[in-house]
């Protein structure tokens, strides 16, 4: 079955309840880093994420959302990332392979993955790999913002 159409996402936007209370002083924003191939919910979820105070860096696919990371670490602007939310089907690397690497070189950044295609298998493999969280499209936008306020209220 093939998701649903996207609605207008001026209309979801407005719909939203108010903003998440930020766990930090506004003078260090957590940064979220958002890789999602979808144009339209790529900025539909940036959007509500930076309406609740967060930081977001936006990325079109796995590999740019590694160059992103790379540069946040080197320009120490702000700081290193605090949460990735990535989409796990996306041209080239998947969300899977990416959160293998995150791993494999030790990166304990909290990763919430999103997808279409949410079977159990999915989930356990996104699970087994360190996903902190994964929740299924179409995507419910306060959930995901509840998620992320959970992950880095954890890291202090």
């Not at 105070?53 to 959302?65: D, I, K, S």
């Not at 179409?138 to 306020?149: E, F, G, M």
């Amino acid at each position: 079955m093939p998701p649903e159409p996207m609605r207008d996402p001026a209309s979801i936007l407005n719909a939203l309840p108010e903003p998440v209370t930020s766990v930090r002083p506004a003078a260090t924003p957590v940064r979220v880093l958002l890789a999602e191939d979808d144009r339209e919910l790529r900025l539909l979820l940036a959007t509500a994420l930076r309406r609740d105070g967060y930081e977001v860096l936006e990325a079109h696919n796995a590999n740019h959302l590694l160059e992103l990371m790379g540069e946040a670490l080197v320009s120490g602007g702000g700081g290193p990332v605090d949460v990735v939310v990535s989409d796990i089907r996306m041209p080239g690397r998947s969300g899977l392979e990416l959160l293998a690497g995150l791993r494999r070189d030790d990166w304990a950044t909290p990763v919430v993955l999103i997808t279409a295609f949410g079977d159990p298998e999915t989930h356990a493999e996104a699970y087994r790999l360190g996903a902190d969280a994964v929740l299924d499209k179409p995507l419910d936008v306060d959930d995901l913002r509840v998620v992320i306020q959970t992950l880095v209220s954890m890291r202090g």
